[in-house]
């Protein structure tokens, strides 16, 4: 046996040597406690004591350890998401070129970016209708330039982000290939009641013409489910195969606008995780239904799983 060898013998003996030392120490404080409670006048209510705060203490020991598991989880969910976001970032840069561009935030993350460009590429869309603008309209302008066609037209309801838009669309070059309409809110007839969403011009939009319907607002905050009102009122302008991909996908309003839009066209629905979520409806040759009444927004929504959604992992 070489020198190395028994040298690690000699280290785990003297190991089981001290645990068995330690182990017979506790034993005999042990059974001398034990002696000591037993000729103790309050003996037993000592020991009672004793047991009660052991008791105690390992409670607590497990929800520490509980809660120390999940903070794990919780780091391991935030890291996998940090360098999922990062990985789309750094696919989506070299079209963003060298200039800035906001990704996060109030604006696109880079997850739904990364979703946005592969679906552009996918689709290949002539026309593209966006509701809400701002970073996401010099991607799809770039994206259009890129393929040698197309055009978006976002609409805006907000006078400051509008122009806001159009000076990040002529910063990155990219003006002849997007149009920011300014376009209030107003009140619309949509499924029985009514909702405020944008002021369009019909004659804007060519009537079946709209091959990708981008959907990030209006705000939340303006009314409930007050993204709903696109569908209802656009089908009339969507084009046989048209591809309609909505944000903010993880709220529950987002979830329950997907699930009627998909009745209402007979289209399938996709959810994509990560981030704030998203949704891809694709409504297929199926003509649009009649809008829903308006009791139908106000059903609870379904969970997710019906035969309607796919999740995947875009």
């Known amino acids: 046996?070489?020198?190395?060898?028994?040298?690690?013998?000699?280290?785990?003996?003297?190991?089981?040597?001290?645990?068995?030392?330690s182990s017979a120490l506790a034993g005999a404080t042990a059974v001398e406690l034990l002696r000591a409670i037993d000729v103790h006048p309050?003996?037993?209510?000592?020991?009672?004591?004793?047991?009660?705060?052991?008791s105690v203490a390992a409670g607590a020991a497990i929800v520490f350890m509980v809660?120390?598991?999940?903070?794990?989880?919780d780091m391991q969910?935030?890291?996998?998401?940090?360098?999922?976001?990062?990985?789309?970032?750094?696919?989506?840069?070299?079209?963003?070129?060298?200039?800035?561009?906001?990704?996060?935030?109030?604006?696109?993350?880079?997850?739904?970016?990364?979703?946005?460009?592969?679906?552009?590429?996918?689709?290949?869309?002539?026309?593209?209708?966006?509701?809400g603008s701002g970073s996401s309209t010099v991607l799809i302008a770039k994206c259009l330039r890129a393929l040698g066609g197309g055009r978006v037209l976002s609409l805006e309801h907000d006078p400051h982000y509008a122009e806001e838009s159009r000076?990040?669309?002529?910063?990155?070059?990219?003006?002849?290939?997007?149009?920011?309409?300014?376009?209030?809110?107003?009140?619309?007839?949509?499924?029985?009641?009514?909702?405020?969403?944008?002021?369009v011009d019909p004659v804007r939009l060519s009537n079946g013409g709209i091959d990708l319907l981008l959907v990030d607002g209006p705000p939340a905050v303006e009314?409930?489910?007050?993204?709903?009102?696109?569908v209802p009122l656009l089908h009339r302008h969507l084009s046989k195969n048209c591809l309609i991909v909505m944000?903010?996908?993880?709220?529950?309003?987002?979830?329950?606008?997907?699930?009627?839009?998909?009745?209402?066209?007979?289209?399938?629905?996709?959810?994509?995780?990560?981030?704030?979520?998203?949704?891809?409806?694709?409504?297929?040759m199926a003509p649009p239904q009649a809008p829903s009444p308006s009791d139908r927004l106000a059903a609870p929504a379904r969970r997710a799983g019906t035969e309607h959604e796919v999740r995947a992992s875009f």
């Open 1 to 21: 046996m070489t020198i190395g060898g028994r040298a690690v013998l000699m280290r785990r003996a003297a190991k089981a040597g001290a645990l068995a030392l």
């Open 247 to 284: 944000d903010d996908g993880d709220r529950e309003g987002e979830r329950r606008i997907a699930e009627l839009w998909a009745s209402e066209l007979g289209a399938t629905r996709e959810y994509i995780p990560g981030g704030k979520g998203a949704w891809l409806l694709r409504s297929g």
């Open 223 to 230: 009314q409930q489910m007050s993204r709903y009102p696109a």
């Open 42 to 54: 309050a003996g037993v209510l000592l020991l009672s004591l004793a047991f009660a705060s052991g």
């Open 77 to 131: 969910h935030d890291l996998c998401e940090n360098a999922r976001q990062l990985s789309a970032l750094v696919a989506v840069r070299p079209l963003a070129g060298e200039l800035p561009l906001a990704l996060g935030g109030w604006a696109i993350d880079p997850l739904f970016a990364d979703l946005l460009v592969q679906a552009m590429v996918q689709q290949r869309p002539h026309v593209v209708v966006e509701c």
């Open 167 to 199: 000076a990040l669309l002529r910063l990155h070059g990219v003006s002849d290939w997007a149009e920011v309409v300014l376009a209030p809110l107003v009140e619309h007839a949509v499924a029985g009641q009514t909702m405020t969403w944008y002021d």
């Open 67 to 73: 809660w120390v598991e999940r903070r794990m989880r």
